[in-house]
């Protein structure tokens, strides 16, 4: 069976700059996507672009802060002007948190609200027209086995990521009729930036018997690597998955359902 593909598709990843939306948009790029990185961050998102086009893939960068409504507003503008319209949205850009519900303070809260929940909603309420206008597209939200699991101290980021999974029904149903597919990945650990900088700030002493211990939580005995991801968010945005909408997919080596 060859590779699903997604030639003359144009691609809107938020938070490709670094980890999993990086892989996202370089597994995109590779099955023909013109791929636009949405990340505040601009020397990796720069960086991820500059790299997919080097490879002869199509890529650009545009800075955008998700969880800011004038800056999705201006980068989806910016974006427009050489791009004709979208296909597919990726709201993959989200923040970590460690914490119960008593230790994490409210501007924590709201600042983890702000980014993974609110910035879903700014990219969707600004981009969902444009896929109704166009016709139809595909939404995928990057949503975490943590929606759906009791994690241990990520009160915030598991409420956060709860909301997204939701959010991923409702946008599904709403707009089923418009002809756009809406569906949300659930990772358990995978090995990202995001990862080894909690690993850096928590236990700076002994990061390496915790990447152990982190790795084991899976069954599979590792963590997923972003390029695991980038395959499934390729099967789901492409016409390979036509019949796919209002899902939820755990990638989590057994972690949900092999534990014990
Ligand atoms: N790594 C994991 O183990 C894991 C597991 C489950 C779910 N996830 C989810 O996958 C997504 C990506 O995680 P990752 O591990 O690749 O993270 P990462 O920190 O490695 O990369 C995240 C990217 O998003 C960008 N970003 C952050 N806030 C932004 C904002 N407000 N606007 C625009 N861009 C922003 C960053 O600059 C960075 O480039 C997140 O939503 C995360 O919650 C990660």
Redesign the pocket.
């Known amino acids: 069976m060859s590779a699903p593909q997604l030639e003359n598709k144009t691609a809107i990843v ?2 490709a ?5 990086r892989a996202i948009a370089e597994t995109f790029a590779e099955a023909g996507a013109r791929v636009i990185i ?4 601009e020397v ?1 998102g720069k960086e991820a672009a500059a790299a997919i086009n080097e490879s002869g893939g199509k890529a650009c960068f545009i800075q ?4 800011d409504e004038k800056s999705v507003k201006a980068a989806i503008a910016s974006a427009s002007i050489t791009h004709d319209g979208y296909d597919i949205l990726v709201n ?5 948190h460690i914490g119960t519900v008593v230790s994490t303070e409210p501007e924590d809260f709201d600042r983890i609200m702000n ?2 929940v609110k ?1 879903v909603y700014n990219m969707l309420h600004q981009v969902v027209p444009l896929l109704i206008n166009r016709g139809g597209g595909v939404v995928l939200n ?1 949503s ?1 086995v943590a929606s759906v699991a009791g994690l241990p101290d990520r009160f915030a980021y598991s409420t956060s990521k709860g909301a997204v999974h939701t959010m991923t029904f409702s946008v599904a149903a709403d707009f089923i009729k418009d002809n756009i597919r809406c569906n949300c990945i659930c ?1 358990a ?2 090995h ?4 080894d900088g909690y690993l850096e700030k928590t236990y700076p002493d002994n990061k390496e018997e915790m990447f152990q211990k982190l790795s084991e939580a899976q069954p599979i005995g590792r963590m997923a690597q ?1 390029a695991e991801i980038g395959k499934l968010a390729l099967y789901l945005c492409s016409d390979d998955a036509s019949f796919i909408t209002g899902q939820s997919y755990e990638i989590d080596g057994g972690y949900m359902n092999l534990r014990g």
Do not use: L, Q, Y
Request: proline content about 9%; hydrophobic content about 35%; overall charge negative.
């Open positions: 938020t938070g700059g670094k980890g999993i939306g949405f990340d505040f961050d990796s955008c802060d998700v969880s993959n850009a989200g923040i970590a980014v993974n910035g990057m975490s990772p650990r995978v990202t930036p995001f990862v972003p």
